[in-house]
């Protein structure tokens, strides 16, 4: 079966971290560039992150702007988003799709392939 899986997602408190995971199965993620989003109650959807597919070209929301970490691992297929000092905002529903192409100034539009989403929830 050809999809996107994320997990990862939880509670904390603000400050607190998270690591979220969007692993392929059916089809090697080497080949795309991939992208988070997030998506809260009553807000459109927002680019948060990507990573290139070739270079490893890195693009983050100003509102993420060194807190968040994106990476990936190949071997593994899998991309990864580290979420450090997190705040009661990036609360939402956090989503991997693979998309047209990766800049540090540019993120691209979603193509084949979305995840399902993983409940990120920052509160004291």
Do not use: H
């Not at 948060?48 to 993420?64: F, K, L, R």
Request: a negative charge; one cysteine or more; hydrophobic letters at 30%.
């Amino acid at each position: 079966q050809v999809q996107l899986v994320e997990s990862g997602g939880g509670l904390v408190q603000p400050g607190g971290s998270l690591r979220l995971s969007c692993a392929a199965s059916g089809f090697t993620l080497d080949y795309y560039a991939i992208g988070w989003f997030r998506q809260a109650p009553g807000k459109e959807r927002e680019g948060v992150s990507c990573i290139s597919s070739s270079d490893g070209s890195t693009y983050y929301a100003d509102s993420v702007k060194g807190r968040f970490t994106i990476s990936r691992d190949n071997a593994k297929n899998t991309v990864y988003l580290q979420m450090n000092s997190l705040k009661p905002e990036d609360t939402a529903v956090y989503y991997c799709a693979t998309i047209s192409t990766c800049y540090s100034d540019y993120l691209g539009l979603p193509n084949d392939y979305w995840g399902q989403g993983t409940q990120v929830t920052v509160s004291s």
